[in-house]
């Protein structure tokens, strides 16, 4: 099946920060989400973004579907930011099923 | 705006019980998966249905049964419960075949221990 890769898997930031998370798969995609998971396990949607370019507040994610890579910026993070970030990708090729990376942990500090 | 809803959040169990997790999607939405999801790890998919026929089928116990109501909501039957199991399991929805890359909203979870 397809290959979800997730760097860095950690990440400590002081408030105010930006930061870049990126994802990397194996396959060609149909569907590509990132999601943020917070302390209470939670998962939400931040960006369906299988091609092209989104912004949404201090949120933007970029996908290169042809080199294979998304990436997700946080600007200006906050201690809210906190929480693992994942990518998950939909193969072209395996199914109707979201193939999730293993997160990114962040943790901001304030 | 309406979202995936799932009962119960929370549910304890011994081990060799049996459990059942419902699930009802988003309004219209027609597809339903749902995944499990251990301390520390990903989510892992186990099962998908479209319109009420199973689509899809990954890492699902043979313990493990669904299926999808023709109201659309989905139960999860959980027999023969593992410590193993201990998991939080989410359900999620679409609209449209997966194939046709669709956006996946996930509801809050429901939290299995098993003791």
């Known amino acids: 099946g397809i290959q979800v890769e997730q760097s860095p898997p950690d990440l400590i930031l002081q408030e105010g920060a930006n930061s870049t998370l990126r994802c990397n798969f194996s396959d060609s995609v149909n569907n590509l989400q990132w999601f943020h998971q917070n302390p209470w396990g939670q998962l939400i949607n931040l960006f369906y973004i299988p091609s092209g370019t989104k912004q949404n507040g201090r949120l933007s994610a970029t996908t290169v579907a042809t080199e294979r890579y998304s990436l997700l910026y946080i600007s200006s993070s906050q201690t809210t930011d906190s929480g693992v970030y994942f990518c998950a990708v939909e193969s072209k090729t395996s199914g109707s099923r979201l193939t999730f990376g293993e997160g990114t942990q962040l943790t901001v500090n304030p | 705006a309406a979202g995936v809803i799932q009962s119960p959040r929370h549910l304890i169990k011994e081990k060799r019980e049996t459990a059942t997790l419902k699930c009802y999607p988003i309004?219209?939405?027609?597809?339903v998966y749902w995944y499990q999801q251990g301390p520390g790890q990903d989510p892992q998919f186990l099962i998908s249905f479209y319109e009420k026929m199973q689509s899809d089928k990954g890492s699902i116990p043979d313990r493990f049964s669904a299926q999808q109501f023709s109201d659309y909501h989905s139960e999860l039957n959980m027999s023969s419960l593992e410590l193993g199991d201990s998991a939080l399991y989410f359900c999620?929805?679409?609209?449209?075949?997966?194939?046709?890359?669709?956006?996946?909203?996930f509801g809050e979870g429901s939290r299995l221990t098993v003791l």
């Open positions: 999620a929805s679409s609209l449209g075949r997966a194939e046709q890359g669709g956006e996946l909203f």
């Open positions: 309004p219209r939405h027609d597809t």
